[in-house]
């Protein structure tokens, strides 16, 4: 590729390489990523690591790196879901040629690809060889999840807040991923343990293995916002995205992938999958929010703001704002719930949608409705709701 000498130049040989490539489409996103392959099979790779994604966004870049690609023979095939290609210098080369009009400025927001392009000549400069080290990742359709290095790029776009929980097509993501110990960060296979065990073994360089699991954990590759506090790497997995501002406790917390805060939130217990707690919330300690999987019939839950779970508590329903669990109490979609007349009144008051009859109703007829204080009675048993009193207000010193 020639030196471009104006931006004005940069921009025509983008629609100059939108227009002339066959099939030509802006991708959804994309990036370079450094992946971890193989002990034994150096093909395969384990884990990809992005110092920089693109969501919906620096199509320039994106159409610079294909033609790079397309300079060292490597077409892409637009008509993909998902296109993965190898890094070569030659690539990086052409790469800094085309983006010299902005080499010379500051680096900001708008040319973070440069400054990867730059830095990772620079590395590949003064250390060597690198071949199928680096790779970059194309995504052009939210379709269900093929490759590591694809599943890897959503899964950063989840944790970095690119896209909303629960936004995108993560199918395919157990498939495409493999399961393997994790050892200081590191991905090994468990195939080249199980192989190499007795020589491992028996000269002292047997790992240390933290865990065994297809994704790693959050803070291995997520910078978290600085009010926020995880006590513990392992309580977090990656996928997860958490709001400024979020606490999580060690013991029974755990925040699983694709799912997480949307604003300051205690948690010292269990976000499954694809549940969402909203601003101002506490998870009490042990309390469980149940996840897809986990006997909600898909139907994935939100818990929304100023909602308090008590202690070992669990919810199997949506929540709405300024919701309480009693500690120990188990509200899912058939859970029997009394409701006394005058206390029905006044939850329909605030729920202005509500119109309902009867003094006894499943946890599913009360689903995602507001100010509701879930129960048990210590004399009877009986599972009751009546309109939340209590505001539930988080410390501000500590979120």
């Known amino acids: 590729m020639q030196i471009i000498e104006t931006t004005d130049a940069f921009k025509a040989l983008v629609e100059e390489i939108k227009t002339t490539t066959p099939g030509y489409r802006d991708p959804l996103a994309f990036g370079i990523c450094r992946v971890d392959l193989g002990q034994l099979n150096v093909e395969k790779t384990l884990q990809a690591t992005y110092p920089l994604i693109n969501w919906d966004e620096n199509f320039g870049s994106a159409a610079i790196f294909v033609r790079a690609l397309q300079e060292q023979g490597i077409n892409v095939d637009f008509t993909q879901s998902e296109v993965v290609c190898n890094v070569n210098m030659d690539f990086l080369r052409a790469c800094l040629a085309a983006?010299?009009?902005?080499?010379?400025?500051?680096?900001?927001?708008?040319?973070?690809?440069?400054?990867?392009?730059?830095?990772?000549?620079?590395?590949?400069i003064n250390s060597g060889s690198f071949e199928g080290e680096f790779k970059v990742t194309f995504i052009y359709d939210d379709a269900p999840l093929q490759s590591v290095e694809a599943t890897y790029l959503k899964l950063y776009a989840i944790s970095q807040a690119k896209v909303h929980l629960r936004e995108i097509n993560l199918n395919g993501a157990f498939g495409a991923l493999p399961n393997v110990a994790w050892s200081n960060g590191q991905p090994i296979e468990l195939d080249y343990l199980r192989e190499f065990e007795i020589e491992l073994k028996l000269a002292n360089e047997y790992p240390h293995i933290d865990f065994i699991d297809k994704f790693p954990r959050f803070l291995q590759h997520i910078i978290p916002a600085d009010n926020t506090r995880i006590l513990d790497t392992s309580k977090v997995r990656f996928g997860a995205q958490l709001a400024a501002g979020t606490t999580v406790m060690p013991g029974a917390s755990y925040i699983n992938f694709n799912a997480g805060t949307t604003g300051p939130v205690m948690v010292e217990g269990r976000i499954s999958s694809s549940a969402i707690v909203g601003a101002g919330s506490d998870v009490g300690g042990g309390a469980s929010i149940l996840g897809v999987l986990s006997g909600t019939d898909g139907n994935?839950?939100?818990?929304?703001?100023?909602?308090?779970?008590?202690?070992?508590?669990?919810?199997?329903?949506?929540?709405g704002d300024g919701c309480i669990i009693d500690a120990g109490v188990a509200i899912l979609e058939g859970t029997k719930i009394a409701i006394h007349p005058e206390e029905l009144k006044k939850i329909m008051d605030v729920n202005t949608n509500m119109k309902m009859e009867g003094e006894i109703f499943k946890g599913k007829q009360l689903a995602g409705l507001y100010g509701i204080h879930y129960r048990r009675n210590s004399l009877t048993g009986e599972i009751t709701a009546s309109r939340s009193t209590r505001e539930i207000k988080l410390n501000a010193d500590l979120h």
């Open 99 to 124: 983006f010299t009009p902005y080499s010379d400025e500051a680096y900001g927001d708008a040319h973070k690809n440069i400054q990867v392009i730059s830095a990772l000549y620079a590395q590949i």
């Open 300 to 319: 994935p839950i939100s818990v929304g703001q100023n909602c308090l779970l008590g202690a070992n508590s669990t919810c199997g329903i949506p929540l």
